[in-house]
């Protein structure tokens, strides 16, 4: 059943890997969709075969550290639809490397993506969801939100942050009918690794259209059901 059918949903980092598989899924649900990332040229080609596919669609370029593109892409879908319905804060990056090798820049950086735009993002989407008794926001960590490894100092502590952050308003928007999920995912064969996308190393890593599927099932659950946490691997792959 298609419970996502004219419903509005804003994605981030929806040019590339996971966020680009991801509209590509909705776009097929004839959804109206807010695609947010800082490659204008790539949510441009985006756009027409998200519109080919039967849904409508807005882009919105720029960095989600920004907090005027968290307002404006909010109020834009707003006054085009009327209302949002399910947040995907997907946008993030990684960086790995022993920990006092990292610059204050590189770390500031990597908070302002990974941390900073998932509050930016859900702080601008909440009161409307709030007023209109129903909401969703889902939230692309990692697995790496509750395990860590040597070199991660930097990346694995912005996805426990996502983690706590994800929790926290859970508890503060459950009463107003809101859902939020977080994802807990493992290796993805996306653009985000040293490899390119498609290297012989990630054949047995989950495809982008796996974490797609994963994310339209937690967004098109019924009214009354949230899916609170979502861990995927590759069956390779040690957890
Ligand atoms: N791949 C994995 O193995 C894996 C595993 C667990 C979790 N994840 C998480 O999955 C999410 C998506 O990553 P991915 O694997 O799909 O990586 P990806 O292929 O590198 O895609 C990342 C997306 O985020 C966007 N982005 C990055 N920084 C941004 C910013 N400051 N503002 C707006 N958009 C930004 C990029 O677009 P632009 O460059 O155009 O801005 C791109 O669309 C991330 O949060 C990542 O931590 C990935």
């Known amino acids: 059943?298609?419970?996502?059918?004219?419903?509005t949903i804003l994605l981030t980092g929806a040019s590339k890997g996971i966020g680009r598989a991801t509209a590509l899924a909705l776009a097929g649900l004839q959804t109206n969709l807010g695609l947010v990332a800082r490659s204008e040229a790539e949510l441009l080609s985006l756009k027409a075969e998200v519109e080919a596919l039967g849904s409508q669609c807005e882009i919105f370029a720029g960095s989600v550290?920004?907090?005027?593109?968290?307002?404006?892409?909010?109020a834009k879908l707003l006054d085009?639809?009327?209302?949002?319905?399910?947040?995907?804060?997907?946008?993030?990056?990684g960086n790995s490397k022993p920990f006092e090798q990292f610059t204050e820049q590189e770390w500031d950086e990597l908070y302002a993506t990974n941390v900073k735009g998932?509050?930016?993002?859900?702080?601008?989407?909440?009161?409307?969801?709030k007023q209109a008794g129903s909401g969703h926001i889902i939230i692309i960590a990692s697995d790496?939100?509750?395990?860590t490894f040597a070199t991660g100092a930097l990346y694995c502590s912005s996805k426990y942050a996502q983690h706590a952050f994800g929790d926290a308003i859970r508890k503060e928007l459950r009463p107003h009918k809101v859902k939020v999920s977080t994802v807990y995912s493992g290796l993805v064969d996306s653009y985000f690794h040293a490899d390119p996308q498609g290297a012989a190393s990630h054949s047995w890593w989950l495809q982008n259209?796996?974490?797609?599927?994963?994310i339209v099932f937690i967004a098109n659950q019924p009214a009354h059901v949230v899916i609170d946490e979502f861990m995927i691997h590759p069956l390779e792959q040690d957890y």
């Open 118 to 129: 998932t509050f930016l993002f859900s702080k601008a989407v909440a009161p409307a969801m």
């Open 209 to 214: 259209e796996d974490m797609a599927r994963s």
């Open 1 to 7: 059943m298609n419970h996502l059918q004219h419903k």
């Open 80 to 93: 085009r639809f009327g209302r949002i319905d399910v947040l995907i804060n997907n946008a993030g990056y």
């Open 65 to 74: 550290a920004d907090e005027s593109l968290a307002v404006r892409s909010t």
């Open 144 to 147: 790496v939100a509750k395990r």
